[in-house]
Structures are given as structure tokens and as C-alpha cells.
């Protein structure tokens, strides 16, 4: 399943990369979407890369401010996230879906077949 690293507490306008290894799964094979959960609210998804790379897509909320990429050669993928806002407190999870299932990512959640335990983002002064 997917493992998820890099949360902690930043200050407003800071930076954090989170990471995602894909740990008993090559991660070649899979989409890979960020979601988020911040506290009273539904999980919603922030982003997505297809297993190559070359497509992502970003929620509206998070457009400029954060970068997914992945390194399939360490078998990991990554959020930047810059800019911090006290609204992007959450839990951040990494879901992977099987990319044969279809050629481009989306937001849904149901496009995801492994999700990891979540590392939590704390945007505070």
C-alpha cells in the first residue's frame, strides 16, 4: 500500500513536500492521486499524475500552489505544496489506482485501488 511521509507543522506561506512510497506494489503501474481531509469536512482530491507522468490534474482550490510528480524509478511520488494557507489543514492520503483501467487520472475516489494511512498538515502561526 501506499506510505505517506513529509506532514508536520508549517507556518502560513511556508513549504512542505509530502511523499508517497509505494510500498508491496510497482508504482509504473498506477495512477497516483493526493486527497485531503481536513477536520469536519468530506475528503476531497487535490491531485493526480498518470503512471507516465505526462498528465495531471489539480483541484481548482490548489491550482498554482501545488506540483505532483513521481519518480517511478524510486517508486515514490510527491506534493509540493507552497504557499500555505491555515485552509490547507487536512490529512493528506495517497491513493493509487490500476492505470490500465483507464488512460487518464481523475478526482474520484472510486478510480482508487490502495490508499495509504494519511500524513497530517497543520498550517498554523
Known amino acids: 500500500q501506499p506510505v505517506e511521509s513529509g506532514g508536520g507543522l508549517v507556518q502560513p506561506g511556508g513549504s512542505l513536500r509530502l511523499s508517497c512510497a509505494a510500498s508491496g506494489f510497482i508504482l509504473d503501474y498506477y495512477h497516483i492521486g493526493w486527497f485531503r481531509q481536513a477536520p469536519g469536512k468530506e475528503r476531497e482530491g487535490v491531485a493526480c499524475?498518470?503512471?507516465?507522468?505526462?498528465?495531471?490534474v489539480y483541484a481548482d482550490s490548489v491550482k498554482g500552489r501545488f506540483t505532483i510528480s513521481r519518480d517511478n524509478d524510486a517508486n515514490t511520488a510527491y506534493l509540493q505544496i507552497d504557499s500555505l494557507k491555515s485552509e490547507d489543514t487536512a490529512v493528506y492520503y495517497c491513493?493509487?489506482?490500476?492505470?490500465?483501467?483507464?488512460?487518464?487520472?481523475?478526482?474520484?475516489?472510486?478510480?482508487?485501488?490502495?490508499w495509504g494511512q494519511g500524513t497530517q498538515v497543520t498550517v498554523s502561526s
Open positions: 499524475i498518470i503512471s507516465s507522468a505526462s498528465s495531471t
Open positions: 491513493a493509487a489506482g490500476w492505470a490500465s483501467r483507464k488512460p487518464l487520472c481523475n478526482l474520484v475516489e472510486t478510480q482508487y485501488d490502495y
